[in-house]
């Protein structure tokens, strides 16, 4: 993997740990703010949350695999 290649999976990784972190933040204020009567939410956004942080943890392990065969 090229340096350019590198420093792009980098930015990729960080970008789809904000955007978990985002999603996140919209369960919390679900919970804190909206519950129970807000409970017909809750499938989507958790799913929604769940698909996010599954996207940053595949990219994050692509980002180590690349790191170790560079190292």
Known sequence: MTDEELKSLEKE???LKRVSQEWASQLHDLVEDR???G???L???S???YDACK???DANARL???TE???
Do not use: D, F, I
Request: net charge positive; hydrophobic share 50%; aromatic share 8%.
């Open 47 to 49: 799913q929604s949350a």
């Open 69 to 71: 065969a560079t190292s």
């Open 35 to 37: 519950l129970p009567s």
């Open 55 to 57: 996207a940053w943890a």
């Open 39 to 41: 409970y017909q939410e």
């Open 13 to 15: 990784v960080r970008k």
């Open 43 to 45: 499938p989507a956004m």
């Open 64 to 66: 180590m695999a690349a």
